[in-house]
């Protein structure tokens, strides 16, 4: 297939687990893209987001993260290179340990560090913050001094290398690639986000650790650690290869290439079921960069096929995927409504795929998609009073969310969920060499130096229908806006220029083009009336979320007989949630008695709330409110209904 080649330096790169996609890090690379892009990432520091439920989100998850000591997250990375002891007539105390998966006798133990540099990394380049830059810098600093300190040819982490050796020898093992995955991943971010150089000499000592070890394994050796959970190894390898040139780099990642699971996926074969989801998805990413870096198409086909399968197949209304973190039958929604749906990690790596894909073809279906997910599911992962986060996102009827807590869970879904909240502004705009995309209808402001342009954008979207755009800056020369034109805005869209309608000839699910020379004071309105729908699971129309524009809408059940959540700490069962008891009332209503009938006649707004209805007349017991999703915390609701 022939493909037109780039031949600029890339301004973006995607990124491992945060997918900051094309368009970032100008000078830090060196390996361009040769793959024709279509739309363009802009850096986390163009784009500042303005006071809103983002904005809460992300101010919490920063505090948290500073919250968490240096000394505490670096000590088991400390006790593995026998740098810390215990001395009864010291009066220094030593630090005490993390809780959790990190605890001293967790396998898993050091992932979170490489999340926390992510996520700060994040949060300084999004709002220049020196105090994200300092917590960073000495993380980076102790773990140089941990690297130095084993003496292990570059080998960095809080386990023995004796972890690796088991992996490749296909002993019992918890995924040991996986953590160092995490470590690298938050290096090169605190490289490129937080221009740490020393964070990437430690990552090349890794990668030289790394492929002494891998190198002389046969393929029969490589398939048998493969098998093992290994994260977005090959990702990272790769955006380490795009930054060196090293072809030693490039090689580090496709020896992570695990046919077993991509082989089937590149002759278009659906074989997800019961594989471990969150196992499967980040190697897709992986296969994405290398689409990026080498032009391979067959890595092409595996990263496109596997989102339109999970989408499709394996996708609940509010985004995830997932029951009990494995993939179900293909298509049996209806049959996996439980109380161990949607891991948000999922949800997160699908996302990162989700940036690939948009930045290759700029087609509108996904950043449909990206709204629905972070909307319905990971901004409501994090509990608003506490900042504290979910793994699961029960849609059970009856269900309620469970969360973390501060220092003591350290759950895959706590790391993720320090980066998911630290990069809101990552996919609200991008640009082609002619106009900026506007795909999400964020409170932001955008600063595109190359374009002379600054941009405001002013809304309480979604509890108004109507999002305004101000030029605050502008160069002489015409420059194209691409409004998204959302897939549930079947009513129609209303756009005013200055006050002026403009025809809309698009339909929903594309882009609305404006195209004019832009000056300072110039307001674009955007309007997109929002609908009911019910939104049927694809193998039995009769069980149906109800839906209000982009939102999910969930009955609100109320707290009688929550039970307080088992601890989580249990090292020989990580997953006790698993065999969590929800006590959910055998009274508790989720059937709707529609009988057909128009949702607008029995489901009404409730005056003066905001996206607020109220059925009438259909359940049994008087009526429920419903409210979105993410919006609701400490009480049960239901989300997918019987219908009758």
Request: hydrophobic fraction near 35%; aromatic fraction near 12%; include cysteine.
């Amino acid at each position: 297939m022939n493909r037109f080649i780039l031949t600029l330096t890339l301004l973006n790169i995607p990124l491992f687990l945060h997918a900051q996609y094309i368009g970032q890090h100008q000078g830090l690379v060196k390996v361009p893209a040769k793959i024709e892009v279509k739309a363009y990432s802009f850096d986390l520091q163009d784009v500042s987001l303005l006071p809103s439920r983002f904005k809460d989100n992300m101010d919490r998850e920063g505090k948290w993260m500073l919250s968490l000591p240096v000394d505490r997250l670096l000590h088991s990375f400390r006790v593995n290179a026998g740098m810390l002891s215990e001395d009864k007539n010291s009066l220094t105390k030593m630090p005490k340990p993390l809780g959790g998966w990190e605890e001293l006798d967790m396998e898993l133990r050091g992932h979170s560090i490489g999340h926390l540099l992510s996520g700060l990394s994040f949060q300084y380049a999004s709002t220049g913050d020196t105090v994200f830059k300092k917590k960073i810098d000495s993380l980076v600093r102790g773990l140089a001094e941990v690297q130095a300190t084993l003496n292990e040819g570059g080998y960095l982490s809080a386990f023995p290398q004796n972890y690796i050796d088991r992996d490749i020898a296909g002993q019992q093992v918890w995924a040991p690639w996986y953590t160092l995955h995490k470590i690298t991943a938050g290096l090169i971010d605190a490289y490129w986000y937080a221009g740490n150089t020393q964070a990437l000499d430690v990552l090349n000592k890794m990668a030289d650790w790394a492929y002494k070890k891998l190198l002389p394994l046969s393929s029969a050796q490589l398939a048998t650690m493969l098998r093992n959970e290994f994260g977005g190894m090959n990702e990272a390898w790769y955006n380490l290869y795009s930054i060196t040139g090293n072809p030693e780099h490039k090689k580090l990642g496709d020896m992570f290439y695990h046919h077993a699971v991509l082989d089937p996926l590149a002759k278009h074969q659906d074989k997800l079921s019961k594989l471990h989801a969150n196992t499967v998805i980040p190697k897709i990413n992986g296969e994405a960069r290398a689409y990026e870096l080498t032009g391979d198409t067959t890595a092409e086909t595996i990263a496109t096929y596997f989102w339109n399968l999970v989408i499709n197949t394996q996708t609940f209304v509010t985004g995830s995927n997932s029951d009990k973190e494995h993939f179900i039958e293909s298509g049996k929604i209806s049959k996996y409504i439980t109380g161990y749906t949607g891991e948000t990690c999922n949800t997160y790596n699908m996302l990162k795929i989700t940036r690939h894909l948009f930045t290759w073809s700029a087609d509108g279906k996904y950043a449909d998609f990206y709204e629905r997910a972070l909307y319905n599911h990971i901004l409501g992962q994090q509990d608003p009073e506490t900042g504290m986060v979910c793994y699961f996102t029960p849609l059970i009827a009856g269900a309620y969310r469970l969360y973390s807590t501060r220092d003591s869970s350290f759950w895959c879904c706590v790391g993720t969920g320090f980066e998911s909240h630290s990069k809101y502004n990552e996919a609200i705009y991008y640009h082609n060499t002619n106009g900026v995309f506007v795909d999400l209808f964020i409170p932001s402001r955008l600063r595109w130096k190359e374009k002379g342009l600054q941009l405001r954008q002013q809304t309480s979207f979604p509890q108004e229908a109507t999002t305004r755009l101000f030029i605050e800056s502008a160069s002489k020369a015409p420059l194209s806006m691409y409004i998204r034109y959302p897939y549930w805005a079947t009513n129609g869209a209303v756009i005013k220029v200055n006050g002026e309608g403009i025809p809309v000839s698009q339909k929903p699910g594309s882009f609305i083009t404006l195209n004019r020379k832009w000056k300072a004071g110039d307001e674009v309105d955007i309007t997109y009336p929002m609908t009911l729908r019910l939104e049927a699971t694809p193998d039995n129309p009769k069980v149906a979320a109800v839906m209000y524009g982009p939102l999910v809408l969930a009955g609100e059940m109320g707290t009688g007989g929550m039970a307080k959540p088992a601890p989580f700490h249990d090292p020989s069962d990580p997953y006790q949630y698993y065999n969590y008891d929800y006590h959910i009332p055998a009274n508790l209503v989720h059937t709707l008695d529609v009988q057909g009938k128009d949702i607008n006649d029995w489901l009404k707004p409730v005056a003066g709330e905001f996206l607020t209805f109220k059925t009438v007349h259909v359940t049994d017991g008087g009526s429920v409110e419903m409210k979105p999703y993410f919006d609701l915390h400490h009480q049960r609701y239901v989300v997918y209904w019987d219908l009758r």
